[in-house]
């Protein structure tokens, strides 16, 4: 699996390359949208973990 995500990132990284090189534009944008893909990626993360606590919260209440 490790191994096919690599190819996956170096065919990415390839295609990004191109991008900038016929279109700088295009290739700021994909690399901004990456990075908005990984903040969404954290903050879903912390959310999950809010959720998970809040969860939890809940249940030591109803426990009571």
């Known amino acids: 699996m490790r191994d096919e995500l690599s190819v996956i990132l170096d065919r990415y990284e390839q295609l990004v ?5 016929k279109d700088p534009a295009a290739g700021e944008q994909i690399e901004n949208s990456r990075k908005t893909v990984e903040r969404l990626k954290k ?20 426990a009571r």
């Open 43 to 62: 903050f879903n993360g912390k959310l999950v973990r809010f959720q998970k606590a809040l969860s939890r919260k809940k249940q030591t209440q109803h």
């Open 17 to 21: 390359g191109r991008l900038r090189e």
